[in-house]
């Protein structure tokens, strides 16, 4: 059924990092992520509504970006991860693109980076979720963007 194969699980991780492997490259880290069904439809306005209102964060906490754990390589059912950043309506068309590509990989996982929403008078907490960042793939499309290049980068590391 076609309508059954256009939505699918991702597992959005919000709380835990980003931690470079060698065997399978990157791997997000969190011990309560949560799943949200999305399609091929499903703009990046929709995604960040619906992870919001999951967490019951709407009005407290924005998502600045979203990191992608993208298959770039499949060798004796093994799969290697690079991470893409989601900032976009065209980076979010990446995932679907691949879940196409690799159908070995049956759900896709994402790390949200939740900041502070600004307050009326201009002040803010900065405190954010604690989020760290790997290196993103210079192979795919210019939307990827590297992030950092370092084995597991903690979130106070200079990577954005």
């Known amino acids: 059924m076609a309508s059954e194969e256009e939505s699918f699980a991702v597992l959005v991780h919000h709380r835990g990092s980003i931690k470079r492997k060698t065997r399978s490259g990157v791997k997000f880290t969190d011990k309560n992520p949560l799943y949200i069904v999305v399609n091929r439809t499903t703009s990046y306005d ?15 906490k ?3 970006k979203f990191f992608y ?19 976009s309506d065209e980076d979010l068309q990446v995932m ?8 070995e990989v049956r759900t896709p996982e994402l790390l949200a980076k939740l900041v ?10 900065r405190n954010t979720t ?6 993103g793939s210079s192979s795919m499309a ?19």
């Open 69 to 87: 754990r993208i298959p770039v390589t499949i060798l004796h059912d093994t799969v290697k991860y690079d991470c893409l950043t989601i900032g």
């Open 62 to 64: 924005r998502i600045k």
């Open 46 to 60: 929709d995604l960040v509504r619906s992870v919001l209102m999951k967490l019951g964060l709407e009005g407290a």
């Open 116 to 125: 502070d929403v600004v307050s009326s008078s201009g002040g803010s907490n």
């Open 96 to 103: 679907f693109l691949c879940r196409r590509q690799f159908p």
């Open 142 to 160: 210019a939307s990827m963007e590297r992030i950092c290049h370092q084995d597991a980068c903690p979130a106070a590391a200079s990577c954005s």
């Open 130 to 135: 604690n989020v760290a960042t790997a290196a």
